[in-house]
């Protein structure tokens, strides 16, 4: 094997060159080739990073200078690709979520054990420095306690989907934002506080021309008792928030998710503010509160992702987040979707089984 | 009738001085008499504001120059108070929550009817002049069209309260936070965008000695169909915010509540923020959102609930906040409670009857 991951691009919508706008920059990656059925897609990709294209599938996962494969292809589509790669040896990474059925993730789950290929999800927002930081500040115990967690990710587009188009389906889209984006944010409060046990779901279509819900509010009791909201929105400008609430402090962490693709930029425009007891006499009356900025570390979300799967591939090194922690967070999701759709609580282990 | 509206004041704890502090710097409110059980504690707030302390209920409601009564007595004695007063005659201002029971409520409502005097509930949050101004940008159509609501009040009483203390008993603070805090928010909404349909809660005791929740987390749908979250929580430093999400616009109200007393600066320890799309072309990824701060105005809000009522009594203006109005925010927070401990979604009408 080469002293840099050789990569191979699967699917090259726009996520595709985002993609690889940031992983071609690393000095531990090459990317080799690509594939998508187009081929006037396929050349224009491999002519704008002076790279091979494949005729078929197939093809590309015959390449022995092909080590792994990072699969952008759709979400209903991602099980098929991943299990022919693992069959053919190569690793794979996937763009979050692993799949939209627990189907489709068992079947993943059964190739990656079955071959022993390298495998993780990218649900990159974890790898915010902001969110890393949040993290540190919990596990240090700097914020006491912690009993809830809000967190916030919407966007506009439910204004403007037309009929027929695939995320007005709750087949293939379930919960709509909440699959879409709601899931970037199941993963975090799973990084920053565990698994969740039970959700509740509000959820409809509002001011929008699509049949599946544009609205949504979610509430989750995790395993650990502590609980959370989780808003996923396509009916208003873009927002991306978490916030943590302890004994100690609370947390404010925000995203201005318009920097989100140009990721060794993104975490300058975030900000993450801590709130304590300025004062803390024994008469509540008396006491006095501070707001103050922390410093946010530097990161690069897609970068880090890519980069830790080529190490753990080229060197053995520890992959975060596997075939468990990305199917999780999509059973929160169907959880919640069920829930939305039968007015009940649904516990996750009813989707997990 | 005087050309100020004659007061006396009922129930005398902390709560009694904070409004006292407020009204009796009013030109249209004089403050004559007081009454409270224990003696020393009447003598007491009768030498700091100058006016007469009576011996009994009675003989407060037997003077004839006074117009109305302040009620600040605990909650669950809220309704026999009022219909005391009413029945003498006397016009009434009561702290919110107007009652703990859809029963009392009922008794209130009857009595004030019955008797045609004059009657509020100090629900002072929503004259905070951000409100005002969420409510002004809201109905202007400035937000677009409003798909959801995020409320949240919180703070450390919980991890402090001892096992006997009434509001650690769920029979006497059902929902804890829920009602302590909680109801101030349910009103916001109430006030911003209307009536609550139903809810769903999760909320359970958390790093506290007491058998009451600390924590709860509750979504509603409102009448309207539009949806709001309330986090009510008893076990982090102080919050209290209110974030508005519309097509074109949200909205994030921020107040500092340790200046919540001092209802004359209240709104300067306060935020209100609007972002918006900076630029709006037709592809979602070259968008740009900006955020700025929006002029607050200056309100009093303990002072403006006061003056309201002195001038419906005077001169017959309008009362914002009648039984109608502060029976809803009850009930729902007692359909919080109900689904918090059922586990399932509670309609408001099932509380109301």
Redesign the interface.
């Known amino acids: 094997m080469s002293n840099k991951l050789r990569i191979a691009a699967v699917g090259l919508g726009?996520w595709a060159y985002i993609q690889a706008d940031s992983y071609t920059k690393s000095d531990k990656i090459e990317l080799v080739t690509c594939f998508t059925r187009n081929k006037e897609k396929r050349e224009k990709f491999a002519a704008k990073y002076g790279c091979s294209a494949e005729e078929s599938y197939e093809a590309l996962l015959a390449r022995e200078d092909v080590d792994a494969v990072i699969v952008t292809v759709p979400n209903d589509a991602h099980a098929d690709i991943i299990v022919q790669a693992a069959l053919a040896g190569k690793h794979v990474c996937v763009e979050k979520p692993i799949s939209i059925t627990m189907e489709d993730a068992k079947k993943i789950d059964e190739a990656i054990t079955k071959t022993g290929v390298k495998f993780t999800v990218l649900h990159s927002a974890r790898r915010l420095g902001g969110l890393r930081k949040m993290k540190e500040l919990i596990d240090s115990g700097a914020v006491g306690?912690v009993?809830?967690i809000?967190v916030?990710f919407?966007?506009?587009?439910g204004?403007?989907i037309k009929p027929g188009n695939w995320r007005g389906n709750p087949a293939q889209a379930p919960g709509g934002p909440l699959t879409q984006l709601g899931v970037h944010q199941v993963d975090n409060i799973q990084y920053l506080l565990g698994r969740v046990k039970k959700v509740?779901?509000?959820?409809?279509p509002?001011?929008t021309e699509v049949e599946n819900a544009?609205?949504t509010?979610?509430?989750?009791?995790l395993e650990s008792?502590?609980?959370?909201?989780i808003?996923a929105?396509w009916?208003?400008?873009?927002?991306f928030s978490v916030n943590v609430?302890?004994?100690?402090?609370?947390l404010f962490y925000n995203l201005?998710?318009?920097w989100w693709?140009n990721s060794d930029v993104t975490d300058k425009h975030t900000t993450l503010q801590i709130?304590?007891?300025a004062s803390m006499g024994d008469d509540?009356?008396d006491?006095?509160?501070r707001t103050s900025n922390v410093e946010v570390p530097t990161c690069n979300h897609l970068m880090d992702e890519m980069e830790e799967f080529a190490v753990a591939v080229l060197e053995g090194g520890d992959i975060e987040i596997g075939v468990k922690e990305a199917a999780h967070n999509v059973a929160i999701v169907l959880a919640a979707v069920k829930s939305m759709n039968e007015?009940?609580?649904v516990q996750v282990s009813e989707i997990e089984g």
């Open positions: 726009r306690q009993s809830t809000e916030n919407s966007n506009e587009r204004l403007e509740f779901c509000f959820g409809k509002m001011y544009t609205v509010q979610t509430i989750c009791e008792g502590q609980q959370a909201y808003a929105n009916a208003c400008p873009g927002v609430f302890g004994t100690k402090a609370n201005d998710f318009t693709s709130q304590e007891f509540p009356d006491r006095e509160l007015g009940r609580i």
